[in-house]
């Protein structure tokens, strides 16, 4: 993708969206870890499905080590990997007590050194929490950098480079969300919806999914058998077997 386009892509995507953010539901900074560590392989709604009672009970790394590990597997049994994903979240919460104070770290190389920290999840966390202007790559950020060519890669790192690298200053504070947010609801991997795309003007992808509405509308009814072009077939004639008769010929009386 070009420069201007780049440009005209996130000015495109600020008019629709002025102010991104997570959709993940978190109450501080020590929930948004916990919540985008659940949503590893998961989707968001799932994990905002489960996460306010359990936030409601563990807001903190204390209140999260207290309440145990079966407790939060009990909260989170509705998302995937749940019996890993609960012991990670008490691993990482005894590790931010007995490390950081009870204090998430801003640094990349010490979240990711908290168990179930990768990092997608520890730059997610220091764009949201932090203001860091890093940009994770989901799968719908992998999607919309290869499919657009704003940042093609053959993996996640890779197109993370290429963001790094490519995207001005000024558009990477919220250039994950909004490239998270355009392939979750426009950007789509089966169909994406290029004719009700803010971006389309700027989008080089050549494949674009014709608007529905300006598609033939196949009549619908009841479909008739074809005429027939031959005659009809003959019955299968069923062999029968013949019983053999008993006292073949004929009984003649004297005379």
């Not at 640094?107 to 220091?126: H, I």
């Not at 609801?185 to 700027?202: F, G, I, N, S």
Request: proline share 8%.
């Amino acid at each position: 993708m070009k420069k201007a386009d780049i440009d005209c892509f996130f000015a495109e995507l600020e008019r629709v969206i002025p102010a991104p953010k997570t959709e993940l539901e978190y109450d501080n900074v020590f929930t948004l870890l916990v919540a985008v560590v659940l949503s590893a392989q998961a989707t968001d709604k799932s994990v905002n499905e489960a996460t306010p009672a359990l936030f409601a009970k563990a807001s903190t790394p204390e209140a999260m080590v207290a309440l145990g590990e079966d407790a939060v597997r009990e909260h989170i049994k509705t998302i995937g990997l749940f019996n890993s994903k609960a012991k990670n979240v008490i691993a990482l919460s005894q590790k931010l007590i007995d490390e950081h104070g009870s204090e998430v770290p801003r640094d990349r190389d010490l979240l990711q050194a908290l168990p179930g920290v990768g990092r997608k999840t520890a730059s997610v966390v220091m764009n949201e929490a932090f203001g860091e202007p890093t940009i994770a790559v989901d799968t719908h950020v992998f999607r919309v950098s290869n499919r657009t060519g704003l940042a093609p890669g053959k993996t996640p790192l890779a197109v993370e480079q290429k963001l790094e690298k490519v995207v001005p200053d000024r558009w990477k504070p919220s250039a994950h969300h909004w490239l998270i947010l355009h392939g979750r609801y426009t950007c789509l991997a089966r169909k994406p919806k290029c004719w009700d795309c803010v971006v389309k003007t700027c989008c080089p992808y050549k494949d674009k999914t014709p608007d529905p509405a300006d598609e033939p509308v196949k009549p619908k009814g009841r479909k008739l058998a074809p005429p027939s072009t031959g005659r009809p077939k003959k019955a299968a004639k069923k062999t029968v077997k013949r019983k053999a008769k008993k006292g073949r010929g004929v009984n003649r009386r004297p005379v």
